[in-house]
């Protein structure tokens, strides 16, 4: 069955930096856009990045534009968020996501648990 | 970027009547190279990931989530739950693809009345 399992999340200070990675499972990543999607406790849904299905094309949420840095890896079925320069307000349950196409612009069909990111001093 | 709103913020209805929930966006989200409304609704349980349940506006994800359909096309969008269970208190949001960044509207409150 899919699986989309992120790790790496924890408790960062402010100003470090993180790096998530998604390892995917029980379909082809190869073939298939991915997104990061974060929420705040208690918040609504903030989608953060996408990426492309072979990593041609990526766009970022103006809030973390120029300090995050999505990637993957299509020989290891993984993704990741390179995430630096972390502020309080990226404080938030980050989900990894698979796209319903191989392009960027689609929904997302499929959302693993999500893994916490803790920003704090 | 494209500002995506919801109405209402929250709402309760009786089970197993309608419940109907609005998605409205800044500018057209209509591809003319398709004709297609880059439009998803999630349904999102506490605790829980969100799950996809309508994307392109109106295509249902699954056919065992048939009391659920979307409508509407350019800027406003509609969310039917025709005949509301239990199992469907959550939060419900709509989000565009058709435009980097892919926002999400803030989100409805389902509950039963």
């Known amino acids: 069955q899919l699986q989309l399992v992120a790790s790496g999340g924890g408790v960062v200070q402010p100003g470090r930096s993180l790096r998530l990675s998604c390892a995917a499972s029980?379909?082809?990543?190869?073939?298939?856009?991915m997104h990061w999607v974060r929420q705040a406790p208690g918040k609504g849904l903030e989608w953060v990045a996408v990426?492309?299905?072979?990593?041609?094309?990526?766009y970022y949420a103006d809030s973390v534009k120029g300090r995050f840095t999505i990637s993957r890896d299509n020989s290891k079925n993984t993704l990741y968020l390179q995430m630096s320069s972390l502020r309080a307000e990226d404080t938030a349950l980050y989900y990894c996501?698979?796209?319903?196409?191989?392009?960027?612009?689609?929904?997302?069909?499929?959302w693993g648990q999500g893994i916490l990111v803790t920003v704090s001093s | 970027d494209i500002v995506m709103t919801q109405s209402p913020d929250s709402l309760a209805v009786s089970l197993g009547e309608r419940a109907t929930i609005n998605c409205k966006s800044s500018?057209?989200?209509?591809?003319?190279?398709?004709?297609?409304?880059?439009l998803a609704w999630y349904q999102q349980k506490p605790g829980q990931p969100p799950k996809l349940l309508i994307y392109?506006?109106?295509t249902r994800q699954s056919e065992d989530l048939d009391r659920f359909s979307g409508s509407g096309s350019g800027t406003d969008f509609t969310l039917t739950i025709s005949s509301l269970q239990a199992e469907d208190v959550a939060v419900y949001y709509c989000?565009?693809?058709?435009?980097?960044?892919?926002?999400f509207g803030p989100g409805t409150k389902v509950d039963i009345k």
């Open positions: 996501a698979k796209g319903g196409c191989g392009g960027t612009m689609c929904y997302v069909n499929y």
């Open positions: 029980g379909f082809n990543f190869t073939i298939y856009g």
């Open positions: 990426m492309s299905y072979d990593g041609s094309n990526k």
């Open positions: 500018q057209s989200v209509l591809h003319s190279s398709n004709n297609k409304n880059y």
């Open positions: 392109w506006a109106s």
């Open positions: 989000q565009q693809y058709f435009s980097s960044p892919f926002t």
